[in-house]
């Protein structure tokens, strides 16, 4: 089943670009904008049976821990970095977001929206949100960190990076009132200010 987030990133990519798919799971992302658009994609992710997936699919892969930054990549070695619903999952945010953006001229950075009205009416009730953007439970949940779009766009502006585009989305469509609190996934474009 296709994400949700899958065709928006790929409207921001534009045809023909080097891509950088950082977190890239089993290669969903990287097969399927293939399949929209020529691009000269990469996937880097750190979980064995996932590489094997990716390579299995015929795309190209690199095994890699995240959290150990890119040094491997020169700067602006690619058109677009992609970090699809993968931040939330890195300890040292700041540090990956610096580094996304000295690899990629414009970078693509999409996470659930902790601020979503049902996640906040479960926190106030007591209970850490399970949904569709948040399907784990506090236990057993890869994400390290919990973000709103608000909270986003405050980093960015602290990393220097200029917010060229956004997309909130809910339930696959977009949202455009009150994105903070009706929106469960946001996408932003980013680049180096």
């Known amino acids: 089943m296709m994400r949700a987030d899958f065709a928006a990133i790929a409207n921001w990519i ?27 994609a990469y996937g880097v992710e750190i979980d064995d049976a ?30 677009t970095v992609v970090l699809s ?16 953006a000295r690899v990629g001229k414009e970078s693509i950075v999409s996470f659930p929206n902790f601020a979503h009205w049902s996640h906040r009416l479960s926190v106030g009730f007591g209970r850490m949100p399970v949904s569709k953007s948040l399907p784990y439970q506090w236990y057993n949940t890869p994400n390290v960190r919990v973000l709103t779009v608000a909270d986003f766009e405050k980093l960015a502006s602290s990393l220097g990076l200029q917010i060229l585009d956004q997309c909130i989305l809910h339930e696959g469509r977009q ?17 180096r200010a």
């Open 50 to 79: 996932r590489v094997l997936s990716c390579v299995q699919k015929g795309l190209n892969v690199i095994q890699q821990n995240l959290e150990g930054g890119l040094a491997l990549f020169e700067n602006n070695s690619f058109d």
């Open 175 to 191: 949202v455009t009132l009150m994105p903070n609190l009706f929106g469960s996934l946001a996408l932003f474009r980013v680049r």
């Open 14 to 40: 534009a045809p023909n670009s080097e891509v950088l798919d950082l977190g890239c799971g089993d290669g969903s992302f990287l097969e399927y904008l293939q399949k929209q658009k020529p691009v000269h």
């Open 85 to 100: 619903q993968t931040l939330q999952t890195i300890h040292e945010t700041e540090k990956i977001l610096r580094e996304v």
